[in-house]
Nanobody, 126 residues
Framework: VQLQESGPGLAKPSQPLSLTCTVP??????????WAWIRQPPGKGLEWIGY???????YYSPSLRSRTSISRDTSKNQFTLQMNNLEPGDTAVYHC???????????????????WGQGTQVTVSS
């Protein structure tokens, strides 16, 4: 599965962020897939943010749930991360990822994702 992230490279603290992942040549509603956002702050490990499933249900990391949402535009084969009230600590490379449903897994771990976009840098600074 090919994935491509897009969005602003620079964002301001307390402002919202919107990042879009496009899935060219595929369908985000076909089969049972999990479409996720994952980030990596500078000098730190990868952090799973949340997913939207092919069915449309979504689930988020408890630590980010209060200011994060993932939506989709099925006509464009895109899903979008919205993160509110940005902090400098949200500075990171943001990746979108995908994985098929697999029994007995939760799809909440970074290592479960088999397909990744190249990532897009987001810097939160005034």
């Amino acid at each position: 599965v090919q994935l491509q992230e897009s969005g602003p490279g620079l964002a301001k603290p307390s402002q919202p962020l919107s990042l879009t992942c496009t899935v060219p040549g595929g369908s985000i509603t076909a089969n049972d897939y999990f479409w996720a956002w994952i980030r990596q702050p500078p000098g730190k490990g990868l952090e799973w943010i949340g997913y939207i499933r092919s069915s449309g249900t979504s689930y988020y990391s408890p630590s980010l749930r209060s200011r994060t949402s993932i939506s989709r535009d099925t006509s464009k084969n895109q899903f979008t991360l919205q993160m509110n009230n940005l902090e400098p600590g949200d500075t990171a490379v943001y990746h979108c990822g995908a994985r098929p449903y697999l029994r007995y897994t939760l799809s909440t771990q970074v290592e479960e994702y088999t397909d990744w976009g190249q990532g897009t840098q987001v810097t939160v600074s005034s």
